[in-house]
Protein backbone atom coordinates (compact mmCIF):
# COMPACT_ATOMS: atom_id res chain seq x y z
CA UNK A 1 0.00 0.00 0.00
CA UNK A 2 2.82 2.59 0.94
CA UNK A 3 4.40 2.07 -2.89
CA UNK A 4 1.68 4.76 -3.84
CA UNK A 5 3.41 7.21 -1.48
CA UNK A 6 6.76 9.02 -2.70
CA UNK A 7 10.16 8.54 -0.65
CA UNK A 8 10.34 11.71 0.97
CA UNK A 9 6.62 11.39 2.98
CA UNK A 10 7.50 8.34 4.06
CA UNK A 11 11.11 8.93 5.36
CA UNK A 12 9.15 12.25 7.46
CA UNK A 13 6.43 10.03 8.47
CA UNK A 14 9.13 7.62 10.12
CA UNK A 15 11.05 10.46 11.31
CA UNK A 16 8.01 11.87 13.29
CA UNK A 17 9.13 10.79 16.88
CA UNK A 18 4.76 10.59 17.80
CA UNK A 19 2.79 7.65 16.73
CA UNK A 20 1.49 9.01 13.05
CA UNK A 21 -0.18 7.38 9.74
CA UNK A 22 -0.82 8.63 6.16
CA UNK A 23 -4.34 7.72 5.11
CA UNK A 24 -6.76 8.34 1.97
CA UNK A 25 -10.22 9.74 1.15
CA UNK A 26 -11.84 6.46 2.26
CA UNK A 27 -10.02 6.14 5.25
CA UNK A 28 -7.24 3.45 4.23
CA UNK A 29 -4.59 3.56 6.27
CA UNK A 30 -1.38 3.61 3.37
CA UNK A 31 1.68 3.44 5.81
CA UNK A 32 2.65 4.03 9.93
CA UNK A 33 5.93 4.81 11.54
CA UNK A 34 6.59 2.42 14.42
CA UNK A 35 5.43 4.83 17.05
CA UNK A 36 2.05 4.13 15.87
CA UNK A 37 2.31 0.57 15.50
CA UNK A 38 3.76 -0.53 19.16
CA UNK A 39 1.38 2.43 20.58
CA UNK A 40 -1.84 1.15 18.91
CA UNK A 41 -1.10 -2.43 17.56
CA UNK A 42 1.77 -4.37 19.77
CA UNK A 43 4.52 -3.15 16.85
CA UNK A 44 2.08 -5.24 13.90
CA UNK A 45 2.05 -3.32 10.38
CA UNK A 46 -2.07 -2.42 9.94
CA UNK A 47 -1.44 -0.63 6.40
CA UNK A 48 -4.73 -1.39 4.71
CA UNK A 49 -6.71 -1.59 7.24
CA UNK A 50 -9.77 1.28 7.04
CA UNK A 51 -8.69 3.91 10.34
CA UNK A 52 -11.94 3.40 12.00
CA UNK A 53 -11.52 -0.33 12.30
CA UNK A 54 -7.71 -0.01 13.37
CA UNK A 55 -8.56 2.86 16.37
CA UNK A 56 -12.00 1.97 16.79
CA UNK A 57 -12.51 -1.94 15.99
CA UNK A 58 -15.36 -0.15 13.88
CA UNK A 59 -16.91 -1.41 10.86
CA UNK A 60 -18.27 1.99 9.80
CA UNK A 61 -16.45 5.62 10.18
CA UNK A 62 -16.24 7.34 13.08
CA UNK A 63 -19.14 9.78 12.80
CA UNK A 64 -21.27 6.97 11.41
CA UNK A 65 -21.18 5.34 14.91
CA UNK A 66 -22.29 8.42 17.12
CA UNK A 67 -18.28 9.84 17.36
CA UNK A 68 -16.40 12.77 15.94
CA UNK A 69 -14.61 11.82 13.00
CA UNK A 70 -11.07 14.32 12.42
CA UNK A 71 -10.19 12.68 8.66
CA UNK A 72 -13.89 13.60 7.85
CA UNK A 73 -13.34 17.13 9.29
CA UNK A 74 -10.03 17.73 7.69
CA UNK A 75 -11.85 16.19 3.95
CA UNK A 76 -14.26 19.26 4.49
CA UNK A 77 -12.26 21.84 5.56
CA UNK A 78 -8.73 21.12 3.57
CA UNK A 79 -7.15 22.38 6.76
CA UNK A 80 -5.29 21.13 9.85
CA UNK A 81 -8.01 19.89 12.30
CA UNK A 82 -7.21 18.98 15.28
CA UNK A 83 -9.73 16.99 18.30
CA UNK A 84 -9.73 14.35 21.22
CA UNK A 85 -10.75 11.04 20.23
CA UNK A 86 -10.44 8.30 21.99
CA UNK A 87 -9.10 5.05 20.71
CA UNK A 88 -8.15 1.44 21.40
CA UNK A 89 -5.08 0.95 22.83
CA UNK A 90 -2.47 -1.51 23.78
CA UNK A 91 -3.64 -0.42 27.39
CA UNK A 92 -7.54 -0.15 26.94
CA UNK A 93 -9.74 2.76 25.65
CA UNK A 94 -7.69 5.88 26.22
CA UNK A 95 -8.19 9.95 25.11
CA UNK A 96 -6.33 10.57 22.24
CA UNK A 97 -5.24 14.13 20.75
CA UNK A 98 -5.28 13.74 17.15
CA UNK A 99 -3.84 15.64 14.53
CA UNK A 100 -4.94 15.61 10.94
CA UNK A 101 -3.88 17.59 7.56
CA UNK A 102 -3.93 17.59 3.78
CA UNK A 103 -1.18 16.22 1.85
CA UNK A 104 -0.90 18.14 -1.50
CA UNK A 105 0.35 16.99 -4.62
CA UNK A 106 2.90 19.17 -7.05
CA UNK A 107 -0.47 20.30 -8.94
CA UNK A 108 -2.04 21.80 -5.17
CA UNK A 109 -4.46 18.77 -5.05
CA UNK A 110 -5.10 16.82 -1.86
CA UNK A 111 -4.02 13.29 -2.34
CA UNK A 112 -3.51 12.17 1.31
CA UNK A 113 -4.00 13.12 5.32
CA UNK A 114 -1.36 12.94 7.71
CA UNK A 115 -2.38 11.81 11.05
CA UNK A 116 -0.53 12.34 14.22
CA UNK A 117 -1.91 10.69 17.92
CA UNK A 118 -0.59 11.93 21.04
CA UNK A 119 -2.25 9.82 23.93
CA UNK A 120 -2.73 12.29 26.62
CA UNK A 121 -2.32 11.37 30.50
CA UNK A 122 -4.58 13.71 31.74
CA UNK A 123 -7.88 11.34 31.23
CA UNK A 124 -9.16 8.04 30.43
CA UNK A 125 -12.04 7.03 28.68
CA UNK A 126 -12.20 3.91 31.48
CA UNK A 127 -11.75 3.39 35.12
CA UNK A 128 -8.39 3.44 36.47
CA UNK A 129 -6.60 3.73 39.92
CA UNK A 130 -5.48 7.50 39.46
CA UNK A 131 -6.84 10.32 37.23
CA UNK A 132 -9.50 11.78 35.43
CA UNK A 133 -12.41 9.39 34.07
CA UNK A 134 -15.44 9.78 31.74
CA UNK A 135 -16.61 9.50 28.52
CA UNK A 136 -19.80 12.22 28.08
CA UNK A 137 -19.58 15.14 25.65
CA UNK A 138 -19.23 17.56 28.95
CA UNK A 139 -16.31 15.88 29.48
CA UNK A 140 -14.16 15.80 26.29
CA UNK A 141 -15.46 19.43 25.79
CA UNK A 142 -13.75 19.97 28.63
CA UNK A 143 -10.54 17.93 27.90
CA UNK A 144 -10.55 20.04 24.70
CA UNK A 145 -10.15 23.59 26.06
CA UNK A 146 -7.57 21.67 28.50
CA UNK A 147 -5.36 20.53 26.03
CA UNK A 148 -5.91 23.39 24.04
CA UNK A 149 -4.63 25.84 26.71
CA UNK A 150 -1.94 23.67 28.49
CA UNK A 151 1.11 24.17 26.57
CA UNK A 152 0.84 27.82 26.60
CA UNK A 153 1.61 30.22 29.22
CA UNK A 154 -2.26 31.59 29.27
CA UNK A 155 -3.46 32.22 32.97
CA UNK A 156 -6.76 30.12 33.51
CA UNK A 157 -9.53 30.69 35.30
CA UNK A 158 -11.66 27.95 36.41
CA UNK A 159 -15.06 28.67 37.40
CA UNK A 160 -17.55 26.32 39.04
CA UNK A 161 -19.76 24.87 42.30
CA UNK A 162 -17.73 23.44 44.94
CA UNK A 163 -17.44 20.03 44.39
CA UNK A 164 -16.92 20.60 40.46
CA UNK A 165 -13.38 19.26 40.90
CA UNK A 166 -11.51 22.35 39.60
CA UNK A 167 -8.42 21.59 41.50
CA UNK A 168 -8.44 17.79 39.52
CA UNK A 169 -8.94 20.52 36.49
CA UNK A 170 -5.72 22.67 37.60
CA UNK A 171 -3.47 19.41 38.15
CA UNK A 172 -4.61 18.25 34.77
CA UNK A 173 -3.75 21.43 33.14
CA UNK A 174 -0.18 21.34 35.23
CA UNK A 175 0.54 17.68 33.49
CA UNK A 176 -0.37 18.84 29.89
CA UNK A 177 1.78 21.86 29.97
CA UNK A 178 5.87 22.13 29.25
CA UNK A 179 5.85 23.04 33.10
CA UNK A 180 4.88 19.28 34.29
CA UNK A 181 8.45 18.21 35.96
CA UNK A 182 7.87 21.40 37.68
CA UNK A 183 6.16 21.64 41.14
CA UNK A 184 2.53 22.58 40.78
CA UNK A 185 1.93 23.91 44.04
CA UNK A 186 -1.78 24.86 45.77
CA UNK A 187 -2.94 27.76 47.39
CA UNK A 188 -6.03 27.92 49.83
CA UNK A 189 -6.91 31.98 49.51
CA UNK A 190 -10.00 31.63 52.06
CA UNK A 191 -9.56 32.71 55.30
CA UNK A 192 -5.94 34.24 54.87
CA UNK A 193 -5.30 37.35 57.09
CA UNK A 194 -3.36 39.63 55.33
CA UNK A 195 0.10 38.89 57.64
CA UNK A 196 -0.95 35.39 56.69
CA UNK A 197 -1.29 35.87 53.09
CA UNK A 198 2.03 37.60 52.28
CA UNK A 199 3.85 35.26 54.75
CA UNK A 200 2.16 31.76 53.23
CA UNK A 201 3.12 33.58 49.78
CA UNK A 202 5.75 35.47 49.91
CA UNK A 203 7.88 34.18 52.56
CA UNK A 204 9.25 35.82 55.68
CA UNK A 205 12.58 36.60 57.33
CA UNK A 206 13.37 35.62 60.93
CA UNK A 207 11.75 37.88 63.37
CA UNK A 208 9.83 40.08 60.22
CA UNK A 209 6.55 39.73 62.84
CA UNK A 210 5.57 38.49 66.53
CA UNK A 211 6.30 34.28 66.13
CA UNK A 212 8.37 34.47 62.78
CA UNK A 213 10.94 32.60 64.50
CA UNK A 214 12.53 31.23 61.18
CA UNK A 215 13.32 32.46 57.83
CA UNK A 216 10.81 30.53 55.67
CA UNK A 217 10.39 30.32 51.44
CA UNK A 218 6.59 31.24 50.55
CA UNK A 219 4.34 29.12 48.03
CA UNK A 220 5.65 31.21 44.86
CA UNK A 221 8.90 30.60 45.51
CA UNK A 222 8.03 27.08 45.82
CA UNK A 223 6.28 27.13 42.39
CA UNK A 224 9.37 28.59 40.91
CA UNK A 225 9.30 27.36 37.14
CA UNK A 226 5.91 25.48 38.08
CA UNK A 227 2.46 26.32 38.37
CA UNK A 228 0.66 28.21 41.26
CA UNK A 229 -2.79 27.09 42.04
CA UNK A 230 -5.03 29.94 43.85
CA UNK A 231 -8.17 28.22 44.89
CA UNK A 232 -10.94 30.38 45.86
CA UNK A 233 -9.52 33.75 44.70
CA UNK A 234 -12.80 35.05 44.95
CA UNK A 235 -12.35 34.85 48.62
CA UNK A 236 -9.12 37.29 48.74
CA UNK A 237 -10.03 40.59 50.62
CA UNK A 238 -9.98 43.95 48.17
CA UNK A 239 -6.71 45.43 50.21
CA UNK A 240 -5.17 42.39 49.83
CA UNK A 241 -5.93 41.86 45.45
CA UNK A 242 -3.39 44.75 44.95
CA UNK A 243 -0.39 42.63 46.21
CA UNK A 244 -1.71 39.53 44.13
CA UNK A 245 -1.63 42.17 41.30
CA UNK A 246 1.60 43.61 41.55
CA UNK A 247 3.04 39.74 41.69
CA UNK A 248 1.26 39.35 38.14
CA UNK A 249 2.06 42.41 37.05
CA UNK A 250 5.59 42.57 38.10
CA UNK A 251 6.85 39.08 38.17
CA UNK A 252 8.94 39.70 41.25
CA UNK A 253 7.85 40.10 45.11
CA UNK A 254 9.41 40.09 48.85
CA UNK A 255 9.58 38.22 51.59
CA UNK A 256 7.90 39.93 54.58
CA UNK A 257 10.74 41.63 56.80
CA UNK A 258 13.47 42.00 53.86
CA UNK A 259 13.92 44.46 50.87
CA UNK A 260 15.70 42.42 48.10
CA UNK A 261 12.93 42.00 45.62
CA UNK A 262 12.93 38.54 44.07
CA UNK A 263 11.70 37.57 40.74
CA UNK A 264 8.13 35.22 40.04
CA UNK A 265 8.19 32.40 37.18
CA UNK A 266 5.43 30.41 37.64
CA UNK A 267 1.99 29.10 35.26
CA UNK A 268 -0.92 31.08 37.47
CA UNK A 269 -4.12 28.92 37.51
CA UNK A 270 -6.80 30.28 39.58
CA UNK A 271 -10.23 29.23 40.42
CA UNK A 272 -14.03 30.42 42.00
CA UNK A 273 -17.05 29.16 43.09
CA UNK A 274 -18.13 33.11 43.29
CA UNK A 275 -19.63 35.09 40.30
CA UNK A 276 -16.82 37.74 39.54
CA UNK A 277 -18.67 39.52 37.78
CA UNK A 278 -21.11 40.21 40.46
CA UNK A 279 -18.03 40.74 42.89
CA UNK A 280 -16.95 43.56 40.62
CA UNK A 281 -20.16 45.22 40.11
CA UNK A 282 -20.15 45.92 44.00
CA UNK A 283 -16.94 46.63 44.06
CA UNK A 284 -15.91 43.63 46.03
CA UNK A 285 -13.26 42.67 43.12
CA UNK A 286 -10.47 44.49 41.31
CA UNK A 287 -11.55 44.88 37.57
CA UNK A 288 -7.51 45.06 36.51
CA UNK A 289 -7.41 41.82 38.87
CA UNK A 290 -9.83 40.18 37.10
CA UNK A 291 -8.26 40.48 33.36
CA UNK A 292 -4.93 39.33 34.97
CA UNK A 293 -6.08 36.43 36.01
CA UNK A 294 -9.32 35.34 33.43
CA UNK A 295 -7.15 35.35 29.92
CA UNK A 296 -8.39 31.67 29.94
CA UNK A 297 -12.40 30.97 31.73
CA UNK A 298 -12.66 27.76 31.83
CA UNK A 299 -16.80 26.66 33.27
CA UNK A 300 -16.76 23.39 34.66
CA UNK A 301 -20.65 22.35 34.67
CA UNK A 302 -20.88 19.47 35.88
CA UNK A 303 -19.74 17.26 39.22
CA UNK A 304 -17.30 14.30 39.69
CA UNK A 305 -18.20 11.62 41.62
CA UNK A 306 -15.14 9.36 43.48
CA UNK A 307 -14.95 5.71 42.57
CA UNK A 308 -12.49 2.97 42.83
CA UNK A 309 -10.72 3.86 47.16
CA UNK A 310 -11.35 7.58 46.28
CA UNK A 311 -8.30 7.53 44.27
CA UNK A 312 -10.01 8.52 40.61
CA UNK A 313 -12.77 10.93 39.43
CA UNK A 314 -15.57 9.91 37.12
CA UNK A 315 -17.99 12.19 35.46
Given at each position: M?????????????????P???????????????????A?????D??????????????????????????????????K????????????????????????????????????????????????????????????????????????????L????????????A?????A??????????????????????????????????????????????????????????????????K?????????Y??????????????????????????????????????????????????????????????
Open positions: SACLDAIELRALQEQPDAAIIDANFHILATNQAYRDFHAGEVAGMACHQASHQFEQPCDEMGECCPLRACIHSQAERMLHVHQLSGGRQYVLVEIEPLFNAHGEVHFYREILRPTVTASAEPKPIGLVGASQPFISLLEQVHLVAPEQTPVLLGESGTGKELIRALHDSKRATEPFVPVECSGLSETLFESELFGHRKGAFTGALNDKPGLVEAAQGGSLFLDEIGDVPLNLQILLRLLESHTRKVGETEIRSADFRLICATNQNLDQMMERGQFRRDLYYRISAFPIRILFRFRWKMTNQSFIM
